[in-house]
């Protein structure tokens, strides 16, 4: 008899905190069992027992040519047969971080890591050490992995800094961290008049897809950036989520053509830049670089880091989405998708709005797009819940948690597109 999924939940919940190995995907926000992946084809994922869904999920991000692309495995195949990890430098390193520096010019210098997590708490302590600062800024709703540092919801006021997000870390570490409203400018020059020449980042998701999707205004990134430059604070981006995905040049490539000069001084990428395999990076200019070790003061090191099977899997993808037309038909799938949501939700009279950015996208039950996190938890919940369910019976596999952005891949095709917008129609009518 084979395993379902239920039967996997009980077993799993037995040995695993949860039953899973990163909380969101036990289902906790929408309730219900979780489904157990067994295997994925194009834009597909295939549950225990059997039941195909047409993913919009794509590993949170990294499959962005969908699953199982020709090209990508036969470069893993050939990189498993040399060898798994050997401690040692590797041509291919060099190869991915100037493919990188090519696609990303505000970067000199890259250093390569195994998780976005990784990648954002080396460029805090790179921020530090850079500007010899300790205090920094993040925004709530905006997410950077799970260092203790920015696990930090607002405090009380300005002057006061933030609480931590989860049981395990010391106030004492989150007491530099100011935690701001996104996309209010008045609050943050504020934050910079009290707290600005002692500020050695401001950290920020500029497309943030972490409370579903919602943009940084121009106005606001232009401030933000003149702050940051008058008060010699590094403006970090975490393009984790958005890199090599939102554009080729990631979100502040789309910045840089709306603010002219606008550069942030250090970027973070994670997701897209492995294709599926552990792999994150992050870069600035190469006098901030040099100030990691071996060359600089500031320590920063990884056994696996630059694996040599994750870099053939993330060269063999940048690789694929540089090719003529990539983004743009893309962007055209994202379009079709989410156009075929708002005439669904016309049709049934529900209030949705919906965004989207190359192969990103969200949706809210809600008359406008929210501009913040407190915002984005007014959108109704209770009916995204029913909606994630009633799309799931239907084989469509959205994220479990409306605080979450989508993902289109390039194996999606019209009809995958075209079925989705119908299961939208019949789930919103119900
Ligand atoms: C996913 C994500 C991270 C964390 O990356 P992990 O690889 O899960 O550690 C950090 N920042 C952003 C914006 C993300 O979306």
């Not at 609050?187 to 008049?193: D, I, N």
């Not at 492995?274 to 060359?295: H, N, S, T, W």
């Not at 809210?364 to 799931?392: C, G, I």
Request: hydrophobic fraction near 45%.
């Amino acid at each position: 008899m084979t395993s379902t999924n239920a039967q996997l939940f009980e077993r799993a919940q037995r040995v695993i905190p949860g039953g899973v190995n990163s909380p969101v995907r036990a289902f906790r926000a929408v309730g219900g069992t979780p489904r157990f992946i067994a295997r994925a084809q194009g834009p597909y994922i295939f549950d225990a027992e059997g039941t195909r869904y047409i993913d919009y999920i794509g590993s949170w991000g990294p499959m962005i040519l969908g699953h199982g692309h020709p090209a990508v495995l036969d470069a893993v195949q050939k990189a498993v047969r040399d060898g798994f990890s050997f401690g040692a430098p590797t041509e291919r390193e060099i190869e991915l971080a100037e493919e990188i520096l090519k696609l990303v010019p505000s970067m000199d210098q890259v250093r390569l890591v195994s998780s976005g997590t990784e990648a954002a708490m080396s460029a805090l302590r790179l921020a530090r050490g850079a500007t010899g600062r300790d205090k920094i800024v993040k925004f709530e709703g905006c997410y950077h992995g799970h260092a203790d540092a920015l696990l930090v919801k607002a405090g009380s006021g300005l002057a006061t800094f933030g609480n931590p997000t989860s049981a395990g870390v010391p106030e004492d570490v989150v007491k530099h961290t100011v935690v701001l409203e996104y996309n209010n400018v008045a609050q943050l020059e504020e934050a910079f008049a009290l707290h600005g020449d002692g500020l050695a980042c401001v950290m920020i998701e500029a497309i943030c897809g972490n409370m579903n999707f919602v943009r940084a205004s121009v106005p606001f990134m232009t401030r933000l950036r003149e702050l940051c430059s008058k008060h010699g604070v590094l403006l970090v981006f975490d393009e984790v989520m958005t890199g090599f995905r939102v554009a080729l040049g990631g979100a502040q490539s789309l910045y840089a053509k709306l603010i002219p000069g606008f550069a942030p001084d250090i970027s973070v990428f994670g997701k897209v830049i492995g294709g599926g395999m552990p792999l994150a990076a992050f870069g600035g200019r190469r006098a901030v670089m040099e100030q990691l070790a071996p060359l600089g003061p500031v320590y920063q090191a990884g056994t696996l880091s630059g694996n040599p099977v994750a870099t053939a899997c993330g060269l063999a993808t940048l690789r694929e989405i540089q090719k003529p037309g990539f983004f743009e038909a893309l962007t055209a799938s994202t379009r079709q998708l989410v156009d075929g949501l708002n005439a669904a939700a016309q049709a049934a009279g529900v209030p949705m709005v919906t965004d989207s950015e190359g192969g990103m996208f969200g949706f809210f039950f809600a008359s406008a797009l929210p501009q913040n996190y407190t915002e984005v938890l007014a959108t109704d919940k209770a009916r995204f819940n029913h909606f994630f369910h009633a799309m799931l019976d239907r084989g469509v596999y959205l994220a479990p948690a409306l605080y979450e952005a989508g993902f289109v891949s390039a194996a999606h095709r019209p009809d995958d597109l075209a079925a989705t917008a119908t299961a939208a129609a019949q789930a919103l009518r119900q």
